[in-house]
């Protein structure tokens, strides 16, 4: 990818900035590192809306990563907030291959069934 090509992947209709994770929250769930990811407006993935949302409703779609992802080496722009990219196009020349890296760690989907969180 280049510069140009980085860009252009947050622009206002632009399917990367609603549908591919800009940050993770840290979430209350039954384990210790439930996170939501959230895109460029800090809404749950494919939420388009302009409307407040509270992460919680989207508890289905947090993940459980097995430790700290704070503690996870070469991924986070901005390793405060668990950033993944900034509006800096820079940051998302290896936005791909961070991401690539971050799925290869053990992680979990929250999934309700019922009453029971699995």
Same mark, same amino acid.
């Not at 503690?71 to 936005?95: A, C, H, M, Q, V």
């Given at each position: 990818m280049n510069l140009k090509q980085a860009h252009s992947l947050t622009g206002p209709d632009q399917w990367f900035r609603y549908w591919?994770?800009?940050?993770?929250?840290?979430?209350?769930?039954?384990r210790k590192h439930t996170y939501l990811p959230v895109n460029r407006n800090y809404k749950p993935l494919g939420v388009v809306s302009k409307e407040w949302a509270d992460?919680?409703?989207f508890?289905?779609?947090a993940?459980?990563?097995?430790?700290?992802?704070?503690e996870f080496k070469g991924i986070w722009y901005n390793e405060?907030? %668990?950033?993944? $990219? /900034?509006d800096d196009p820079k940051t998302r020349?290896?936005?791909?291959?961070?991401?690539?890296? %971050?799925?290869? $760690? /053990?992680?979990?989907?929250?999934?309700?069934?019922?009453?029971?969180?699995?």
């Amino acid at each position: 990818m280049n510069l140009k090509q980085a860009h252009s992947l947050t622009g206002p209709d632009q399917w990367f900035r609603y549908w591919l994770p800009y940050q993770f929250v840290k979430i209350d769930g039954p384990r210790k590192h439930t996170y939501l990811p959230v895109n460029r407006n800090y809404k749950p993935l494919g939420v388009v809306s302009k409307e407040w949302a509270d992460y919680h409703k989207f508890h289905d779609q947090a993940v459980v990563f097995a430790k700290n992802p704070a503690e996870f080496k070469g991924i986070w722009y901005n390793e405060d907030g %668990l950033y993944l $990219y /900034s509006d800096d196009p820079k940051t998302r020349l290896d936005y791909f291959e961070r991401l690539q890296k %971050l799925l290869s $760690y /053990s992680a979990a989907l929250v999934c309700r069934v019922g009453a029971t969180t699995l």
